[in-house]
């Protein structure tokens, strides 16, 4: 575990160098969440359609800004020619998945946590400090899946030409179990649903992440072979 957390400070001291990553993610969630709540401008002071459409507005932010990051997740690696010397050394294959997922978690928290004040704003919620850390909550295990997954695509697809087209397509149907659930969850928490009423799909997401996990740990070391 430890290990991991070398690989991921490495990445994560990569990206706060540059920040290209981050300000990418960064600039186009907030541009999705500005589009829409200009489309929807009509809308906004009617609270039952708002709280219909806007967790999907905030999982499309999340979500496709997500995949410009997990699409760079490798690229990095096989750029400066580190990948083949991460294969040698003497760890398992399933530190280098783990450490690459903390970094993503990192990053894409980061992002998040920043896109998160401007729904607020643009989609006029005020949440209470219960409601705003059930959210956290839901966004935590929701992003845990998506990164999960989306970490072991990157690697499969980082041997094609068009992997920046390739990963959207193979990872959108994987995250379907992931996204409805996180939607509801994030639909139920702005309608001010308590954490009782949300137990079923907190339920779904805690399993889909331990299971899409110890999957995505095992086969890692098989996906990045040559």
Known sequence: MIRSFYIAAKDLKAEFRTKQMLNSMFIFSLLVLVVFS??????????????????????IAFTFAGMLGLSRTFVMETENGCLEALMLCPVDRGAIYTGKILS???IVFLMEAVTL??????????????????????????????????????????????RELLLPVLLLPVLLPVLIPSVEATAGVLAGNSIGDLVPEIRL???YDLVFFVISHLVFEYVVSD
């Open 104 to 106: 993503n978690l990192v």
């Open 117 to 162: 004040p401007f729904f607020i704003i643009l989609f006029n919620y005020s949440l209470g400090i219960g409601t705003l850390l059930l959210l956290l909550l839901i966004l935590f295990l929701g992003t845990f899946g998506f990164i999960a997954v989306g970490t072991l695509l990157s690697a499969l697809t980082l041997g094609t030409r068009t």
């Open 38 to 59: 200009i489309s929807f401008g009509d809308f906004l002071g009617d609270t039952e359609k708002v709280e219909k459409l806007a967790p999907g507005v905030l999982w």
């Open 205 to 207: 997401l805690a399993v």
